[in-house]
């Protein structure tokens, strides 16, 4: 399988949204004109299923001006995130994005087959991701309510900036306050999904 295949796209996911989408040159241009740029923050740790560890390699490309990861193996069949255009996006955001393209390496997902864009086991996928998300986040970073608001007003940004509707936003942000606020540990939830999938 290809590793486009095989990518699990962060941004693009939630409702199938794709990359291939053509902007007109003038809007990247408008787009590139207007963002803030910030400093791009350290990547976390990130070891896979399997033990491996994860690089995590700065990368322009993607739509210009708009932050994004993906989590895939190279060439060599090394796993890895790829992160796209973050200094386009707070390091509040930044950090999110990192944690949850790990996350589609701890789960299993790069190596599983890739559900079918928009069906329920895609968008599970990528609450699951979500949630480790916000989990490593909080007890990592120690983040506390107005650090979360802070990852939730990006996560709204961004979404809206791709132009996904208020359902779709505020369902994603619902799942990770759900998460932050009822959830233990992210290994315990990570081990919670690997068993339902028999990983481990
Ligand atoms: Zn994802």
């Given at each position: 399988m290809s590793p486009q295949n095989t990518a699990l796209c962060f941004m693009l996911s939630v409702l199938g949204l794709a990359l291939c989408t053509t902007y007109s040159d003038e809007a990247k241009a408008q787009n590139t004109q207007t963002q803030a740029t910030y400093a791009v923050v350290e990547p976390p740790k990130c070891t896979n299923d399997k033990g491996e560890n994860v690089r995590f390699i700065d990368s322009s490309k993607g739509r210009a001006g708009m932050a994004s990861g993906m989590a895939i193996r190279d060439q060599n069949g090394k796993p890895v995130v790829l992160r796209n255009n973050?200094?386009?996006?707070?390091p509040e955001f930044q950090s999110f994005i990192d944690r949850h393209e790990c996350a589609h390496h701890q789960t299993g997902d790069v190596d599983r087959p890739h559900p079918p864009r928009n069906s329920s086991a895609h968008l599970m996928n990528e609450s699951i991701s979500d949630c480790v998300a916000i989990l490593r986040i909080r007890d990592e970073e120690g983040y506390d309510r107005a650090g979360f608001l802070k990852v939730a007003t990006a996560l709204r940004n961004e979404m809206a900036k791709i132009g996904f509707p208020e359902i779709s936003i505020s369902s994603r942000i619902s799942n990770i306050d759900n998460c932050y606020t009822e959830y233990g540990s992210p290994q315990d939830f990570i081990n919670g999904v690997l068993k339902q999938r028999g990983l481990i």
């Open positions: 973050y200094s386009n996006t707070p």
